[in-house]
């Protein structure tokens, strides 16, 4: 999951700079399509008859998937879509840590189904809150307006990540990401032929940053999102995924030249905390209750 979290942080700098040649929907149709093409041949090497075993294991297996693919697919393309157009209007430090904010987003909706949210859940939220204010707004109390998408990229993304880790231990998960990524990319690739400007010219000036965005940052990234969320819970899964905020600054001061400044960087600062605090202090005290449980007994 670490190693997703390294190629989504990267992957910004991608999505910036096919900016400069091609339209958000067009980028990520095309790179979804490229990333479900290289699922379906993991897919043909690994298990070449998994859906038809499927299909044999449960009656409608088959049509359940489908089904949840394209239900996963729709929301990742409202995720994707927003935080790819506001790229266009914000830094790629900016867009990588709002949009780990999914890892306090994921606990919190958590309430909304009656689950028990506690004080270090709070704090974490709390803290993240406050650091993003410090990176987004200024001195003089303007905000980034791309950091408005980012934010409602990572509510949409934290929607993403509860289905999956619901679905992912229902489904095959290879196959659960290849609908996924199917969905998500002739949905972009629709709306983007509809209302962008497109030539072949323009498709061989974003290549570079469409294989990487699609063969790397979906192909493999979000396909080792789908596998592992079969083994951890959705909160955990958040914890290390939200660590592309920090290698997204990383790229973008490397790639791009992009600097933050002391503000920015205090925030940058208190949102780590957050996410860390978010995750650490209730695993924590999750396992003091269950030390103390044999002594009870």
Same mark, same amino acid.
């Given at each position: ?14 999505? &910036?700079?096919?900016?400069? %040649? ?66 266009? +209007? ?11 904010? +999914? ?10 189904? &009656? ?12 803290? %993240? ?19 408005? +998408? ?64 699609? %063969? ?14 079969? +083994? ?52 924590? &005290? ?12």
């Amino acid at each position: 999951m670490l190693i997703a979290a390294m190629i989504w942080g990267s992957a910004f700098v991608a999505q &910036r700079l096919s900016l400069d %040649a091609i339209g958000p929907f067009l980028f990520t149709g095309l790179r979804f399509l490229l990333g479900a093409l290289v699922v379906l041949t993991m897919i043909v090497c690994v298990q070449r008859s998994a859906l038809a075993e499927l299909s044999k294991r449960e009656p409608g297996g088959a049509r359940e998937l489908l089904g949840a693919g394209v239900l996963l697919g729709i929301v990742l393309s409202a995720s994707i879509s927003l935080q790819q157009i506001g790229l266009q +209007y914000t830094k790629v430090a900016n867009a990588g840590f709002i949009s780990s904010l +999914y890892v306090v987003i994921v606990p919190l909706l958590g309430v909304l189904f &009656r689950h028990r949210t506690g004080f270090g859940t709070w704090l974490g939220a709390t803290l %993240a809150a406050l650091g993003m204010y410090f990176l987004s707004v200024n001195e003089h109390f303007s905000i980034l307006y791309g950091d408005w +998408y980012q934010l409602a990229g990572a509510v949409v993304i934290s929607v993403q990540m509860m289905l999956v880790g619901r679905f992912a231990l229902r489904h095959d998960t290879l196959m659960l990401a290849l609908v996924q990524f199917v969905t998500c990319g002739l949905a972009c690739l629709a709306v983007g032929l509809v209302i962008e400007p497109v030539s072949l010219a323009m498709i061989e000036r974003a290549a570079p940053t469409i294989l990487y965005g699609g %063969a790397l940052s979906v192909g493999i990234a979000y396909t080792i999102q789908v596998v592992a969320q079969k +083994y951890a819970a959705p909160s955990h899964a958040a914890v290390i995924f939200s660590m592309e905020g920090v290698f997204a600054a990383l790229a973008g001061w490397l790639v791009l030249g992009e600097t933050l400044s002391a503000r920015a960087l205090f925030g940058c600062a208190l949102m780590l905390t957050g996410l860390i605090v978010c995750q650490v202090m209730p695993a924590r &005290r999750r396992r003091n209750e269950g030390d103390r449980l044999p002594h009870e007994a």
